[in-house]
Structures are given as structure tokens and as C-alpha cells.
């Protein structure tokens, strides 16, 4: 071999890091990082679920701990809309944190926030749940601003492409509808429109099952900022940055997470 010629090493192909809610050291295959692939082998976190809580306790505390190591402060109060278990679980311990849900206790709907909780909320996590809202959705982008103290948080996720210039609704005049068929044969949306004319779709996606996971409609990256600053919030950005420390390497420029200000 000569002598002056450097031989460089191929890149490690497998990332460390600690797992931000339950305190895991992983390893894990770089390829194996995606939005929806389980990366710790404890809790079974994805990067998207990581992302989220890495950056509310960026936000709120300063810094990626794990969640059991986050300073107690119970004077921050929060929810979660259909929140996963296992960082909900552990949130709840450290802040005024409430996971709530659209069909069963606590019950919470985005888009009806009464006069006796608005501006209650420091924060909201908000993971691929706008997609499946009624339309209009400016009514759930409206009622997060109007929980939220000024100033609050809204972290979110939802799905949304980048080829594509407006949302796109899948049932743009839904009225009085049903779900019809099965699994097995499929389903079918029936829906009679305000005019009175019925309308049946098929080809429905569902994310996870059948009810209220429908999803209603695609949203393209710049409509979903611009809902946001229609509904009143601030300091609307795109949080793209990777967070090596807690293994959130962005494979992909597409359904990132969106940091709001009230």
C-alpha cells in the first residue's frame, strides 16, 4: 500500500443515542430511522414520536433529557390530543398534562373549545390528528389557538406533501355521512350533501383502522402554515432540524413537525 495515500473508513452505518422518554442507550441501524419504524428497543419509540417531545422540552425546559429527568413543574399545564401511552404516561409526571380524545374520557373536540378552558393550555402536542377533523379543519386550527395561552405551544405533526400547492379534501361538502361495508369488502363513504345531492366514495384510507381514523384530506405544506397564521398564531416555522442526541435523523423533507405560537 503507498504509504501517502489516506485510506478513509466507510461511515458508521449504525447511530447512537438516548431515547428522550424512557432514558433507553440504543443503537440502531441508520436505515432503520424512519417517521413511523420503532427505533428504541425499549419503549418502542419512532422518530417522529421523539421529535415531538425532544422539541417541547427544547421549548420548555431548554434541553433533550429524558422525560424522568425533566424538572417537575406542575405550574405548566398542557394537552395532548390521542397522545401515544408511552410518553403520555410519563409527561403526566412532570407537568400539568392531560392526554385527551375525541370519542372517549377525558374528552376533548379541537374544534368546539368553550369560553371555560380557553387560554387555559401552555401547550398542545398535536401527532397526525388534523388530518382526520371534520371539514372545515380551520375550526380545529382556530380552536388550538383559542386553548392556548398567549404565547402557549402547539407542537404538531400531521402528514403533508410538498408537490402539491393546496390541501387536498377527500370530502369537501361532507354533511350527514355514514361508513358503509367491511374489511372485507370494503368500504364506502355515503354522504348527502347540504343540497340534498348523495355522493358515495370509495378507495377510503384509513390510518390504523376503520371510524375516526378516515382520513379527510392531504395537506400540502404551505397550506398548513398558512392555516395557522389565519387562525392567529406566530413564529410559525418547519422544525427540520435533526436532533442526533436523541436519534432523529430526518430521512425526508415531508411530514415534519410544525412548532406554533399562540
Known amino acids: 500500500m503507498d504509504p501517502h495515500v489516506s485510506v478513509v473508513a466507510p461511515p458508521d452505518p449504525t447511530v447512537r ?19 413511523e419504524t420503532a427505533s428504541c428497543d425499549r419503549c418502542g419509540s419512532t422518530l417522529r414520536m421523539r421529535s415531538i417531545i425532544g422539541l417541547l422540552t427544547r ?30 404516561t410519563r409527561l403526566a409526571r412532570v407537568v400539568d398534562y392531560d392526554n385527551t380524545f375525541y370519542h372517549q374520557e377525558p374528552r376533548l373536540d379541537i374544534t368546539q373549545i368553550g369560553d371555560d378552558i380557553a387560554g387555559s393550555c401552555d401547550f398542545i402536542i398535536s401527532t397526525d390528528v388534523f388530518e382526520h377533523v371534520l371539514p372545515p379543519v380551520s375550526k380545529a386550527f382556530e380552536g388550538a389557538r383559542r386553548l392556548l395561552k398567549p404565547g402557549g405551544l402547539l407542537v404538531m405533526t400531521v402528514p403533508y406533501a410538498l408537490e402539491v400547492s393546496h390541501t387536498v379534501e377527500h370530502f369537501p361538502d361532507l354533511h350527514e355521512w355514514c361508513l358503509e361495508g367491511d374489511a372485507v369488502s370494503g368500504f364506502r363513504l355515503r354522504n348527502r350533501r347540504r343540497d340534498g345531492v348523495e355522493e358515495v366514495f370509495e378507495n377510503l384510507v384509513f390510518h390504523g383502522g376503520p371510524g375516526s381514523t378516515l382520513e379527510m384530506r392531504l395537506f400540502s405544506r404551505d397550506s398548513l402554515l398558512a392555516e395557522l397564521r389565519a387562525a392567529g398564531f406566530s413564529e410559525v416555522r418547519i422544525a427540520d432540524e435533526d436532533l442526533p442526541e436523541i436519534g432523529v435523523h430526518w430521512p425526508c423533507q415531508w411530514s415534519l413537525p410544525v412548532l406554533a405560537r399562540a
Not at 69 to 85: A, M
Request: aromatic share 8%; glycine share 8%; net charge negative.
Open 59 to 88: 421549548e420548555l425546559f431548554g434541553d433533550l433529557r429524558p422525560l424522568e429527568e425533566q424538572p417537575v413543574r406542575k405550574d405548566i399545564r398542557g394537552v395532548g390530543l390521542s397522545d401515544w401511552v408511552e410518553y403520555a
Open 17 to 35: 443515542f438516548r431515547c428522550n422518554i424512557c432514558g433507553n442507550d440504543c443503537q440502531c441501524p441508520r436505515d432503520r430511522l424512519e417517521r
